[in-house]
């Protein structure tokens, strides 16, 4: 009867039963007791009770019993600590076994046990296990080496464990090999500056042997090894390439694809003047192709790499086109990958065939794979120029079968060949014009709106054309609106007379109407350049366009080169390089192919550039957030001229001078406006302020700049008392408080890191997540001394606001990553948001009256500040001690009015009026308005108000 009856007991009171079994006289019931605990275990059922006598269960010669317990021993020792230790010396008496099986048994569940208590006991069986005369055991044990060092790197080297690894690379026995170059590539990859696995020409050639003899897994460790190595000429890099070429012909794909990994890397130093470069490159494309026969998963894994390879040397499959072409029966992620690599290889010699083959998917069911194929057509016209015309008239015999994504796709393409080859294909447009109903995607009319405003003066009827997309032009994406724009203007500046009314309506549409910032922007400048000089409005928008080029898509050069140093690995199947999704205590190395052959290029390590990043990066000025970042996009509308612009004349303002928010119209356009007749009188208006700033009136903001302003520097802010954000039972005896502040303009992260553990610490580390205001380290953790038991350490970390931007949910919400020799901890803070308010953040008075009327009302958010007994003269140096400056005082009604302006780190602008009533002891509560363009910050900075006025 099979192992399956184990599962099935549903029995109560069974711990108690197979107690008194676990310590039966009988072997036969001992066995069958430990099967049925490992089975309970293996269904998530606790038997951890049983501890004491499944270990006792040890001392027995029955190889298949003490494997079962030495499987519960790895579940539960982590949870058992102090019993663990009970087992050890039957550890120490196994590793002394006469049977080999039983010795690397012992050792192998040893580096298991990741338990700290039980490492010290090790060592000696391990060093043993190390110089055993058996392979077996050997290989085991250079395998444990690197789990133990992974729990305790000092413990290892300091036991010289690691030199004991790197003598087992001259074994006699090619698995004790592999295993050894495992375990040390493992160590070095999470200490990358070690060293470790120093290369030369002797070691190279002892795993160059070792390599026909090992099993297929040992093959892959030892070939990664070597692609690691960087040989001094390319005579010794010929040489190895030979020694590794006949792994090509291995039937496990791994092998084949490290193997491949480390020819594309040697090839590098081979001149192609070679004969041997030609015959590598012939024996390159069979085992690439063999690969693409086997399952779907494996092939599309292959097809990914291949698509490396491609880019980098096309040479070598430009044969092989056929293998690329679609099966009916591939799953729809491997159509797409060889419908790809096919773009690539396409070339004059093999055109005909793969646009037959297009032609042909263009008519499929499988929609994705449809738009993707007529995407190809497209791409083959744009890289190969002999075809453009074939690819045209299929294109165009596409658009006929009116198949709506069919045409929509092919109109997309279309657009693109027309930026390739101008003047040449425009008969088609006549043809496209009639499928303009039936375009219901953003892509397809965007593509078709840029074909109408380019060519206008072609279309007799454009201005219909593109006046039939303006009817509903709030309801269109951003994409479309843009263009739609773009192709007015043009429309308008090839036919001024006829479409005056157009370009105003759609000017009127992007900028007084619409909330999406860049179609705002792109809206003032067109009406701006078309109300100033129509001539240069004419040599923006109408300026010739670059040819676009061939491969749009191709990943840059230096990624491609590390991608290919990763063939065979995750990176090659993301095309990301690891340190884009690698997470954890590894430090990820870039790596990068050698030097070419014959080239100048430098050989200096990687590690010259990386300490040269934080000093470049320190003299950066300023870093605007990726436009993908929403944080970014919201903020960038406040970034705004420096404080420390002229001074305004204070009878009238023109809002033109100093466009603060992106203010209204006429705020751009500054005065009367000159130029051509086409443009009639109604297009701009005079961009001066209704009344003087100092004209008086009630109660209003109009009247509130009667003080003069003048601030110092400020003395000191408020510093939030320190809080545990690592407790000690979640780190492993780890505890970290800490708070923020910011001291003479920097910010800081002021720690207290306690050991509450029973040894030492050392090697700390630190690293924030991206965050909402791309904080980062602005050095390294300085601790420069381990951290004892029950020592506590003080440490103060600069910051800088030049990292990434990602927003937070709540916005100032830091996930933190701690290292140390024990682990990687992980815990998230709320900084307060005024360590990021700038001591350049007070605003000219007559700016601050002109922004907060830009502001929209609905931005404005009132609150009210409980329970606060302090006087205007008292709130407004304890906010400028926290750079909220004060812009002028006003008293209206026997009320003190505070307007203030501060400046965040990545320039958004908050301005908030204080109401105060003064010597009212019933009314301690005061009123705050806040206005900022990015709304979402508003909370956080009324909480900043309410803590610092409190304390």
Same mark, same amino acid.
């Given at each position: 009867?099979?192992?399956?009856?184990?599962?099935?007991?549903?029995?109560?009171?069974?711990?108690?039963?197979?107690?008194?079994?676990?310590?039966?006289?009988?072997?036969?019931?001992?066995?069958?007791?430990v099967?049925?605990?490992?089975?309970?275990m293996?269904?998530?059922?606790?038997?951890?009770?049983?501890?004491?006598?499944?270990?006792?269960?040890?001392?027995?010669?029955?190889?298949?019993?003490?494997?079962?317990?030495?499987?519960?021993?790895?579940?539960?020792?982590?949870?058992?600590?102090?019993?663990?230790?009970?087992?050890?010396?039957?550890?120490?008496?196994?590793?002394?076994?006469?049977?080999?099986?039983?010795?690397a048994?012992?050792?192998?569940?040893?580096?298991?046990i990741?338990?700290?208590?039980?490492?010290?006991?090790?060592?000696e069986?391990?060093?043993?296990?190390?110089?055993d005369?058996?392979?077996?055991?050997?290989?085991?044990a250079?395998?444990?080496?690197?789990?133990?060092?992974?729990?305790?790197a000092?413990?290892?080297?300091?036991?010289?464990?690691?030199?004991?690894?790197?003598?087992?690379?001259?074994?006699?026995?090619?698995?004790?090999?592999?295993?050894?170059?495992?375990?040390?590539?493992?160590?070095?990859?999470?200490?990358?500056?070690?060293?470790?696995?120093?290369?030369?020409?002797?070691?190279?050639?002892?795993?160059?042997?070792?390599?026909?003899?090992?099993?297929?897994?040992?093959q892959?460790?030892?070939?990664?090894?070597?692609?690691?190595?960087?040989?001094?000429?390319?005579?010794?890099?010929?040489?190895?390439?030979?020694?590794?070429?006949?792994?090509?012909?291995?039937?496990?794909?791994?092998?084949?694809?490290?193997?491949?990994?480390?020819?594309?890397?040697?090839?590098?130093?081979l001149?192609?003047?070679?004969?041997?470069?030609?015959?590598?490159?012939?024996?390159?494309?069979?085992?690439?192709?063999?690969?693409?026969?086997?399952?779907?998963?494996?092939?599309?894994?292959?097809?990914?790499?291949?698509?490396?390879?491609?880019?980098?040397?096309p040479?070598?499959?430009?044969?092989?086109?056929?293998?690329?072409f679609?099966?009916?029966?591939d799953?729809?992620?491997?159509?797409?990958?060889?419908?790809?690599?096919?773009?690539?290889?396409a070339?004059?010699?093999?055109?005909a065939? @793969?646009? #037959?083959? &297009?032609? /042909?998917?263009?008519?499929?069911? !499988?929609?994705?794979?449809? =738009?993707? +194929?007529?995407?190809? *057509?497209?791409?083959?016209?744009?890289?190969?120029e002999?075809?453009?015309?074939?690819?045209?008239?299929?294109?165009?015999?596409?658009?006929?079968?009116?198949?709506?994504?069919?045409?929509?796709?092919?109109?997309?393409v279309?657009?693109?060949?027309?930026?390739?080859?101008?003047?040449?294909?425009?008969? @088609?447009? #006549?043809? &496209?014009? /009639?499928?303009?109903?039936?375009? !219901?995607?953003?892509?397809? =009319?965007? +593509?078709m709106?840029? *074909?109408?405003?380019e060519?206008?003066?072609?279309?007799?009827?454009?201005?219909?054309?593109?006046?039939?997309?303006?009817?509903?032009?709030?309801?269109?994406?951003?994409?479309?609106?843009?263009?739609?724009?773009?192709?007015i203007?043009k429309?308008?500046?090839?036919?001024?007379?006829?479409?005056?009314?157009?370009?105003?309506q759609?000017?009127?549409?992007?900028?007084?109407?619409?909330?999406?910032?860049?179609?705002?922007?792109?809206?003032? *400048?067109?009406?701006?350049?078309?109300?100033?000089?129509?001539?240069?409005?004419?040599?923006v928008?109408?300026?010739e366009?670059?040819?676009?080029?061939?491969e749009?898509?191709?990943?840059?050069?230096?990624?491609?080169?590390?991608?290919?140093?990763?063939?065979?690995?995750?990176?090659?199947?993301?095309?990301?390089?690891?340190s884009?999704?690698?997470?954890?205590?590894?430090?990820?190395?870039?790596?990068?192919?050698?030097?070419?052959?014959?080239?100048?290029?430098?050989?200096?390590?990687?590690?010259?550039?990386?300490?040269?990043?934080?000093?470049?990066a320190?003299?950066?000025?300023a870093?605007?957030?990726?436009?993908?970042?929403?944080?970014?996009?919201?903020?960038n509308?406040?970034?705004?001229?420096?404080?420390?612009?002229?001074?305004?004349?204070?009878?009238?303002v023109q809002?033109?001078?100093?466009?603060?928010?992106?203010?209204?119209?006429?705020?751009?356009?500054?005065?009367?406006i000159?130029?051509?007749?086409?443009?009639?009188?109604?297009?701009?208006?005079?961009?001066?302020?209704?009344?003087?700033l100092?004209?008086?009136?009630?109660?209003?903001?109009?009247?509130?700049?009667?003080?003069?302003?003048?601030?110092?520097?400020?003395?000191?802010?408020?510093?939030?008392?320190?809080?545990?954000?690592?407790p000690?039972?979640?780190?492993?005896?780890?505890?970290?408080?800490?708070?923020?502040?910011?001291?003479?303009?920097?910010?800081?992260m002021?720690?207290?890191?306690?050991?509450?553990?029973?040894?030492?610490?050392?090697?700390?580390?630190?690293?924030?997540?991206?965050?909402?205001?791309?904080?980062?380290?602005?050095?390294?953790?300085?601790?420069?001394a381990?951290?004892?038991?029950?020592q506590?350490?003080?440490?103060?970390?600069?910051?800088?606001t030049?990292?990434?931007?990602?927003?937070?949910?709540?916005?100032?919400?830091?996930?933190?990553?701690?290292?140390?020799?024990?682990?990687?901890?992980?815990?998230?803070?709320?900084?307060?948001?005024?360590?990021?308010?700038?001591?350049?953040?007070?605003?000219?008075?007559?700016?601050?009256?002109?922004?907060?009327?830009?502001?929209?009302?609905e931005?404005?958010?009132?609150?009210?500040?409980?329970?606060?007994?302090?006087n205007?003269?008292?709130?407004?140096?304890?906010?400028?001690?926290?750079n909220i400056?004060?812009v002028?005082?006003r008293?209206?009604?026997?009320?003190d009015?505070?307007?203030?302006?501060l400046?965040?780190?990545?320039?958004i602008?908050?301005?908030?009026?204080?109401?105060?009533?003064?010597?009212?002891?019933?009314?301690?509560?005061?009123?705050?308005?806040?206005?900022?363009?990015?709304?979402?910050?508003?909370?956080?900075v009324?909480?900043?108000?309410?803590?610092?006025?409190?304390?």
């Open positions: 009867m099979t192992d399956s009856k184990y599962f099935t007991t549903t029995k109560k009171g069974e711990i108690f039963e197979l107690k008194a079994e676990l310590n039966s006289d009988k072997k036969e019931k001992k066995k069958e007791a099967k049925k605990v490992i089975a309970s293996t269904v998530g059922k606790d038997v951890s009770a049983l501890f004491p006598d499944v270990v006792n269960c040890m001392q027995t010669d029955n190889l298949e019993l003490k494997k079962l317990v030495y499987l519960y021993l790895m579940n539960y020792a982590k949870s058992q600590p102090d019993m663990a230790i009970m087992a050890v010396n039957t550890f120490v008496k196994d590793c002394e076994d006469p049977n080999p099986l039983i010795r048994l012992a050792v192998r569940t040893m580096g298991c990741r338990v700290d208590k039980i490492t010290e006991y090790l060592c069986p391990l060093r043993k296990c190390l110089k005369e058996d392979p077996y055991v050997r290989k085991t250079a395998v444990c080496v690197a789990k133990l060092h992974d729990i305790n000092q413990l290892v080297e300091d036991q010289g464990f690691l030199d004991t690894l790197k003598d087992l690379i001259s074994d006699s026995n090619p698995m004790v090999v592999a295993n050894a170059v495992a375990a040390l590539s493992e160590i070095a990859e999470s200490h990358p500056n070690s060293n470790l696995l120093d290369l030369n020409f002797q070691t190279i050639n002892k795993l160059l042997t070792a390599l026909n003899e090992c099993t297929e897994w040992g892959i460790f030892i070939l990664d090894c070597l692609a690691n190595y960087s040989p001094k000429d390319d005579r010794e890099a010929q040489s190895i390439c030979e020694r590794v070429t006949p792994r090509l012909s291995h039937a496990n794909s791994a092998v084949v694809l490290s193997a491949v990994k480390v020819l594309m890397k040697f090839m590098e130093m001149s192609k003047d070679l004969d041997y470069y030609g015959t590598l490159l012939k024996k390159l494309a069979p085992p690439l192709v063999t690969l693409l026969s086997a399952e779907p998963e494996l092939q599309y894994v292959a097809l990914r790499n291949i698509n490396l390879i491609v880019q980098k040397r040479e070598i499959l430009k044969h092989e086109m056929k293998v690329f679609v099966k009916y029966n799953p729809i992620y491997v159509k797409l990958e060889k419908l790809d690599i096919m773009i690539r290889l070339s004059q010699a093999n055109i065939q @793969v646009l #037959a083959e &297009l032609k /042909e998917y263009a008519t499929e069911v !499988d929609v994705d794979f449809v =738009r993707k +194929a007529v995407r190809a *057509i497209g791409r083959c016209a744009i890289k190969v002999q075809s453009a015309e074939r690819c045209v008239s299929t294109l165009l015999d596409l658009i006929q079968t009116k198949v709506n994504y069919v045409v929509q796709e092919a109109i997309v279309i657009k693109d060949i027309f930026r390739k080859y101008p003047n040449k294909y425009e008969s @088609v447009i #006549a043809t &496209l014009c /009639e499928n303009l109903d039936s375009l !219901d995607e953003p892509e397809a =009319r965007a +593509a709106i840029w *074909i109408v405003g060519y206008a003066e072609r279309i007799d009827n454009a201005d219909e054309l593109l006046e039939s997309f303006l009817e509903g032009f709030h309801d269109e994406s951003t994409q479309v609106q843009l263009q739609l724009l773009t192709a203007v429309l308008f500046l090839k036919k001024p007379t006829e479409t005056q009314e157009l370009v105003q759609v000017l009127s549409l992007a900028t007084q109407d619409s909330d999406n910032p860049d179609l705002r922007d792109r809206g003032y *400048i067109y009406w701006r350049l078309l109300s100033t000089d129509p001539v240069a409005a004419k040599e928008v109408l300026a366009k670059p040819l676009i080029s061939e749009t898509d191709l990943i840059e050069p230096t990624l491609l080169d590390e991608l290919i140093c990763h063939i065979g690995t995750l990176a090659s199947v993301y095309h990301k390089p690891p884009a999704f690698v997470e954890g205590s590894r430090g990820v190395q870039h790596k990068r192919l050698p030097p070419r052959s014959g080239s100048n290029e430098s050989t200096e390590s990687p590690d010259v550039t990386a300490t040269a990043a934080p000093q470049a320190e003299q950066q000025p870093v605007i957030p990726s436009q993908g970042d929403l944080l970014g996009d919201l903020l509308l406040d970034l705004g001229p420096s404080v420390n612009v002229p001074p305004i004349p204070s009878s009238t809002m033109g001078a100093m466009d603060l928010l992106g203010g209204g119209l006429d705020s751009l356009l500054g005065g009367d000159g130029g051509s007749p086409a443009i009639g009188a109604g297009y701009g208006t005079p961009a001066v302020m209704p009344a003087s100092n004209a008086t009136v009630g109660g209003g903001l109009g009247d509130l700049f009667d003080l003069a302003g003048g601030m110092g520097v400020p003395s000191g802010s408020y510093v939030a008392p320190k809080t545990i954000w690592l000690a039972a979640k780190a492993k005896g780890l505890e970290i408080s800490g708070t923020f502040s910011r001291r003479m303009g920097h910010i800081y002021d720690l207290t890191l306690m050991n509450k553990a029973m040894q030492v610490m050392s090697d700390f580390a630190i690293q924030f997540n991206k965050n909402s205001f791309g904080m980062v380290p602005a050095a390294p953790l300085q601790i420069n381990p951290l004892t038991p029950n506590t350490i003080e440490a103060s970390l600069l910051l800088h030049v990292g990434a931007v990602m927003k937070m949910d709540p916005l100032t919400n830091l996930q933190v990553a701690v290292k140390n020799n024990i682990d990687v901890f992980y815990f998230s803070c709320l900084y307060p948001i005024n360590i990021l308010f700038l001591e350049e953040g007070k605003l000219d008075r007559q700016i601050f009256l002109a922004t907060w009327k830009d502001i929209p009302n931005n404005e958010v009132q609150f009210q500040i409980k329970d606060c007994h302090l205007a003269d008292a709130v407004t140096d304890k906010l400028f001690n926290n400056f004060t002028a005082k008293n209206v009604e026997g009320q009015m505070l307007y203030q302006s400046k965040l780190s990545n320039g602008w908050v301005l908030a009026e204080l109401r105060i009533q003064p010597g009212n002891p019933n009314y301690t509560d005061l009123e705050l308005s806040l206005k900022c363009r990015a709304a979402g910050v508003t909370q956080h009324f909480q900043a108000y309410e803590i610092m006025l409190k304390n």
